[in-house]
C-alpha cells in the first residue's frame, strides 16, 4: 500500500546563527509582498538573498496561516522534478489520478501561503512558469523567489539585494557598530573567539577587513572563521595583500564577483593538502552526507591530480574536522546522526576544480555507487528491523539519489546502474509517496537501456507496480507484459511471482475480486515456499484487503494475523500497522467498538512514527466513528475535523474504500442528530490543531516533544551546569577554570551538548537554556 510524508516537511529551516542588519531590505519586502504575488530577491551569490527572504518569511509567519514554505532548489538538476520538489516542500502527496501540480492546486486551494523558491537561476524559465501557473490557480499564494536574475514571469517585482555597508576610513571605534558589515564580522568573530570586542586597538583592522571584501556577509563570515588561528590584523594584511590587484577599475558587481573567488582562493589555500583534497571531492555530493559517505567516496589511498594527496579512510575525518572549523562545511544533527554540507558557492568552487583537471566524472561515479551500494543494501533490509532508519536516511539523502541518477543518464553515464538504483529505490518511492518520480527515473533508464537483461526487467516490474498504484492502469498493462515476457525469458520464477501479486493488487483497485483472490493466492503460495517476506508482506495486505472488501471477515483477520507475526519478527513497521488497521475494521464491522478503538491506536501509534498521513487518516476516521457509535458526539466531530488537513495534504476520499463509506454515513447521521451548534465547534476545534496535538488527541496522550529539541533530563548534570556557564557567556576556557577541569574536558562537554540537543551554535545551548530554566 502506498503512504505518504506528512509533518514539518519543508517548514522554515531554524536559524543557527544571529541575522545581523538589513532592517531597511526587509521593510522593502515586505512591502513589496504586500503590493505583489511574486516578489524576486536578485543579486550575485554570496551576498545574502537566501538568509533576507528567510528572515522575512519567518517574520510574516502570522500573515500566512497556510504556512511559509521553503523550496530548495540549488541541488535540482532535473527541471521535469520542479512540481514534484514543490509539492514535497508545501508537504503534499500526489493524489491517485491527478499530476504533483494539481494535487499541489487541491490542498492549498484558497489558503493563505507563502511559498519561498530558492535559488532559481539554474532553472529561470522553469520557475517562471510554475510560479505563475501556481499564481494563477491560487488566489491566496505569495512568491518570493531568490536568483542570480529575474525570472522574467509577468507581475514579477524585482529587489536587489546588495553588499552590507562599510565604513569609510578614519572612523573611530565607537561610530563603527553603526555599520552592517563591522556588526557582521563582530557577531561571527565572537562566535570564534567568545572574548573577542571591537575595540580601539582592532577597529582600524576591522573596518579595513570589511571594506576589502565589499560587504559581502558570506565572505565576511568566512574571514571571520580564521581568528582561530590568526589576528584580525593579520587577516587583514594578508586579505589586503591579496585583493590590492582588484581594487582597480569599477568596483561593481563583476569586480565583488572577483573578491569573492579570490577570498575562496584564498581560504583553500591555507587548507592543508588533505583538506583541500576533501573539500574538492566533496563537491560532488548534493544536500549534504555523512561521514560515512564521504569516507566511503572520497577516501583514496592513491593520490590524483597535480595537487591532490593520498587520502585515505582514516584521514577523511580529521580533514572534514578541518573544513568545519574554517566554516568551508557546515555541520548538523538529522535523527542523532552528524551530517555535514557545503554552501552552494563552495561546493561549485570545488567543482570547478574538478572539472578543470577532468577528474569530475571519476568523482561522481564514486558517489552515483555510493548511493545504488545504499539502495539495494536498504531494499534487502527495508521488511526488518532498519525499516524507518532507511526510510529517514533516504529523505534526507533526496538530493544525492537525484544527482545519481542523473548523471547514470547523462551522455557517457551508465544508464542500467540508473535502472538498478531506480529499481532497488521502490520501497522508498512507496512509502515515501514519491510514485511519479520513481517513474520518471525509471521511465528515462529504460528508453536509454534496452538490453533483456534482469535490470531491465526489474525497472519493467517496478515501474508497473508504481503505476498501479497510481490507478494508472492503462499504462502499467504494457510494462507489466514486458516484465513478465523477460522474467519467462531470463528463467527468474521470483518474479514472476512477484508480477502476479502486483496483479492482484490492479484487480484488487478495480474491484474484479475474485481474479484479484486468484492472482494473489497464486503469489502467496510461491513467496511462502521461498521464504520471501517482501513477497509475503506485499501478497497477504492486499489479500486481506480484498477478503474484507467480499465480506470474509475471518479470513481477512487470520490473514492480518499472520502478517503480524511475519512484521514483528522481521521489524516491518509499514506492514503491522496495515495489518492492525484492517483487523480494526472487521471488529469494528462486528460491533466490538472498543477492540477496533484499541488496533486503531495501535496502529495510529505506528503511523505517527511513520509520518504516514492516508494511514493517519484513515485511523481518524475510524477512531471517530467509534466515537460517534459510543454517543461522544463531540469527540467525533474533534477528531473529523482534526482529520481534514491531513487528508487534503493527500487528497484523500474514503470513495476508494466503498465498503466503508456505509459506517462514515452512520456516523454522519449520528452526527445530525446532535447539538449541531456544539457539532460544527468541535470540528473547528480539532481542524485548528496541529499533527501532534490531533495525534496526542486520539491517542489520548501529550502532544509529542518538538524536535531537536531534548528534554532538560537528557542533558547530565553537569552538562547542564556546563550549558548555564554557556549562556552567561563564558568562553570554554572560563568554564575549564570555573569548573576546575581541563579546557578539553568543557570542550567535551560543549560538543556533547550540542549533539545532544541537535544545535550548532553556543548561542542555540543558551537561548534552550534560557527557555528551559
Not at 545581523?20 to 519586502?29: E, K, Q
Not at 532548489?73 to 527541471?79: D, I, T, V, Y
Not at 523567489?145 to 536574475?149: H, L
Given at each position: 500500500m502506498g503512504t505518504g510524508r506528512v509533518g514539518k516537511v519543508g517548514d522554515l529551516p531554524c536559524d543557527v546563527t544571529s541575522f545581523?542588519?538589513?532592517?531597511?531590505?526587509?521593510?522593502?519586502?515586505?512591502?513589496?509582498?504586500?503590493?505583489?504575488r511574486l516578489v524576486t530577491l536578485t543579486g550575485f551569490g554570496g551576498v545574502g538573498k537566501t538568509r533576507l527572504a528567510l528572515r522575512c518569511a519567518a517574520d510574516l509567519r502570522r500573515a500566512f496561516p497556510g504556512g511559509t514554505r521553503l523550496v530548495e532548489?540549488?541541488?535540482?538538476?532535473?527541471?521535469g522534478l520542479l512540481d514534484q520538489t514543490v509539492a514535497k516542500a508545501v508537504g503534499v502527496r500526489e493524489a491517485p489520478g491527478r499530476s504533483a501540480f494539481e494535487s499541489l492546486c487541491d490542498v492549498v486551494g484558497d489558503r493563505q501561503v507563502l511559498l519561498i523558491l530558492d535559488n532559481c537561476e539554474h532553472l529561470l524559465d522553469e520557475c517562471a512558469a510554475t510560479a505563475t501557473a501556481l499564481l494563477r490557480a491560487l488566489p491566496n499564494l505569495r512568491v518570493l523567489?531568490?536568483?542570480?536574475?529575474a525570472l522574467r514571469a509577468r507581475g514579477e517585482h524585482l529587489f536587489t539585494v546588495l553588499p552590507l555597508s562599510c565604513p569609510t576610513e578614519g572612523l573611530p571605534a565607537a561610530g563603527l557598530t553603526r555599520y552592517p558589515a563591522v556588526c557582521l564580522f563582530v557577531d561571527r568573530a565572537a562566535a570564534v573567539q567568545p572574548d573577542f570586542a571591537l575595540d580601539q586597538d582592532n577597529a582600524e583592522a576591522v573596518a579595513r577587513l570589511c571594506r576589502e571584501l565589499d560587504g559581502v556577509p558570506l565572505a565576511i563570515e568566512l574571514a571571520a572563521a580564521r581568528l582561530r588561528t590568526l589576528s584580525v590584523r593579520q587577516v587583514a594584511d594578508l586579505l589586503g595583500d591579496r585583493f590590492r590587484l582588484l581594487s582597480l577599475g569599477h568596483r561593481g558587481a563583476e569586480s565583488r564577483q572577483r573578491t569573492m573567488r579570490a577570498l575562496i582562493d584564498w581560504s583553500f589555500a591555507l587548507c592543508s593538502p588533505a583538506?583541500?583534497?576533501l573539500w574538492e571531492r566533496l563537491s560532488v555530493f548534493s544536500g549534504g552526507f555523512e561521514l560515512a559517505d564521504a569516507e566511503a567516496v572520497c577516501a583514496d589511498a592513491e593520490s590524483h591530480g597535480a595537487n591532490a594527496v593520498a587520502l585515505p579512510d582514516t584521514a577523511v575525518l580529521d580533514a572534514l574536522s578541518g573544513l568545519?572549523?574554517?566554516s568551508v562545511v557546515a555541520r548538523t544533527v538529522a535523527a542523532g546522526v552528524p551530517r555535514f554540507h557545503l554552501t552552494e558557492t563552495l561546493r561549485e568552487y570545488g567543482r570547478l576544480r574538478l572539472a578543470e583537471r577532468g577528474e569530475e566524472a571519476g568523482w561522481r561515479r564514486r558517489h552515483r555507487d555510493r548511493y545504488l551500494a545504499l539502495a539495494e543494501r536498504a531494499e534487502r533490509e527495508w521488511y526488518g528491523p532498519r525499516q524507518l532508519e532507511w526510510l529517514g536516511r533516504f529523505d534526507r539523502d533526496h538530493a544525492n539519489v537525484r544527482l545519481a541518477l542523473e548523471f547514470s543518464y547523462r551522455a557517457g553515464g551508465d544508464p542500467e546502474i540508473g535502472l538498478r538504483l531506480a529499481a532497488a529505490l521502490r520501497p522508498w518511492w512507496v512509502t515515501a509517496g514519491f510514485l511519479s518520480e520513481g517513474r520518471h527515473w525509471l521511465a528515462r533508464g529504460t528508453a536509454l537501456h534496452r538490453t533483456p537483461d534482469l535490470s531491465s526487467a526489474r525497472a519493467a516490474l517496478t515501474a508497473g507496480g508504481l503505476a498501479v498504484l497510481q490507478g494508472d492502469f492503462e499504462a502499467a498493462e504494457p510494462l507489466l507484459a514486458l516484465a513478465g515476457a523477460l522474467a519467462d525469458a531470463l528463467g527468474r520464477p521470483d518474479l514472476r511471482e512477484h508480477l502476479l501479486g502486483v496483479r492482484g493488487q490492479a484487480e484488487m483497485f478495480q474491484r474484479r475480486h475474485e481474479s484479484a483472490v486468484a492472482l494473489l493466492t497464486e503469489a502467496l503460495a510461491g513467496h511462502t515456499a521461498r521464504n520471501d517476506v517482501a513477497g509475503l508482506v506485499e501478497s497477504l495486505l492486499p489479500l486481506a484487503l480484498t477478503l474484507s472488501s467480499m465480506g470474509d471477515g475471518v479470513g481477512a483477520v487470520a490473514l492480518c494475523e499472520r502478517?503480524?507475526?511475519?512484521?514483528?519478527r522481521c521489524g516491518d513497521t509499514v506492514g503491522r500497522s496495515y495489518a492492525l488497521w484492517t483487523k480494526a475494521m472487521e471488529a469494528w464491522r462486528h460491533g466490538d467498538g472498543a477492540r477496533a478503538a484499541d488496533a486503531l491506536r495501535d496502529s495510529l501509534r505506528l503511523k505517527a512514527v511513520l509520518h504516514d498521513p492516508l494511514g493517519i487518516a484513515l485511523c481518524l476516521e475510524g477512531l471517530a466513528w467509534v466515537a460517534a457509535e459510543a454517543g461522544a458526539v463531540e469527540r467525533a466531530a474533534t477528531l473529523l475535523g482534526a482529520n481534514e488537513p491531513v487528508a487534503r495534504s493527500i487528497g484523500f476520499s474514503l470513495a476508494k474504500y466503498r465498503?466503508?463509506?456505509?459506517?462514515?454515513?452512520?456516523c454522519a447521521r449520528r452526527l445530525d442528530s446532535a447539538d449541531q451548534r456544539a457539532v460544527r465547534a468541535a470540528r473547528r476545534a480539532g481542524a485548528a490543531l496541529t499533527l501532534d496535538e490531533a495525534l496526542g488527541y486520539a491517542l489520548d496522550e501529550p502532544p509529542r516533544a518538538p524536535e531537536p529539541r531534548a528534554a532538560q533530563g537528557d542533558l547530565t548534570p553537569r552538562e547542564r551546569g556546563v550549558a548555564e556557564l554557556v549562556a552567561a557567556g563564558l568562553s570554554n576556557r572560563e568554564i575549564a577554570a570555573r569548573l576546575v577541569i581541563a579546557q578539553r574536558t568543557a570542550e567535551g562537554h560543549v560538543e556533547r551538548i550540542l549533539a545532544k540537543l541537535g544545535f550548532t551554535s553556543r548561542a542555540q545551548i543558551a537561548a534552550w537554556f534560557v527557555g528551559n530554566a
Open positions: 545581523v542588519g538589513r532592517r531597511a531590505d526587509l521593510d522593502t519586502v515586505r512591502r513589496l509582498l504586500v503590493a505583489s532548489l540549488a541541488s535540482l538538476r532535473e527541471a523567489a531568490t536568483s542570480r536574475q583538506e583541500a583534497t568545519v572549523d574554517k502478517l503480524e507475526r511475519i512484521c514483528v465498503h466503508l463509506v456505509e459506517y462514515r454515513d452512520t
